[in-house]
C-alpha cells in the first residue's frame, strides 16, 4: 500500500515542479498569434512587370449592323475571336495576331440579329461579353 501512495506522491510532485518550471520560463509579456509581427510582413514587395493582367475588351456600337471590339489588356499576342447570334449559331470565327489597345470593326448587314455574343480567347484567358445594336 505504501508504494502506490508513493509512486503517487512522487508524480505529484514532478508534475507541480514541471508547472511551476514552465512559469518561470514565460515572459511576463506574453504574445499571441494576433500581436505578433515582423517589420517584413507589413508590406509587400513585388515586381509589377511580374503582375499579369487579365484579359480584357471594351465593346461598342459604331452603327445598326456594326460594332468595334478594343482590346485592353490580352496575355497573349494571338487572339482567337468567335461571334455567335442571340441563338447559338456561330457567325464568325477567326485567329488574329493583334496589339494591346488595338481595334477591330465587324460589320454584320446580313445578319437580322441585334443581339451578340463574342468570346475571345487569349492564351489561357477566356472572356464573353455580348452587345446590343
Known amino acids: 500500500m ?4 508513493l ?3 512522487a508524480l505529484v510532485i514532478i508534475s507541480y ?7 518561470a520560463v514565460i515572459p511576463t509579456e506574453e504574445k499571441s498569434a494576433l ?3 515582423r517589420p517584413e510582413e507589413n508590406t509587400l514587395n513585388y515586381n509589377n512587370k ?3 493582367k487579365p484579359l480584357d475588351y471594351e465593346l461598342s456600337v459604331v452603327d445598326d449592323h456594326s460594332f ?7 496575355p497573349s499576342d494571338y487572339l482567337d475571336i468567335k461571334i455567335y447570334d442571340v441563338i447559338g449559331n456561330l457567325i ?3 485567329s488574329v495576331k493583334q496589339s494591346k489597345n488595338s481595334e477591330l470593326e465587324y460589320q454584320f448587314d446580313e445578319i437580322k440579329s441585334k443581339i451578340f455574343v463574342i468570346k ?3 492564351g489561357k484567358e477566356n472572356l464573353t461579353k455580348k452587345i446590343n445594336l
Request: glycine letters at 0%; aromatic letters at 10%.
Open 68 to 74: 468595334k471590339v478594343k482590346f485592353i489588356n490580352q
Open 17 to 23: 515542479s514541471m508547472l511551476v518550471a514552465q512559469e
Open 2 to 5: 505504501k508504494k502506490p501512495l
Open 35 to 37: 500581436t505578433f509581427s
Open 50 to 52: 511580374l503582375v499579369v
Open 7 to 9: 509512486l503517487f506522491s
Open 120 to 122: 475571345v480567347k487569349s
Open 92 to 94: 464568325l470565327k477567326e
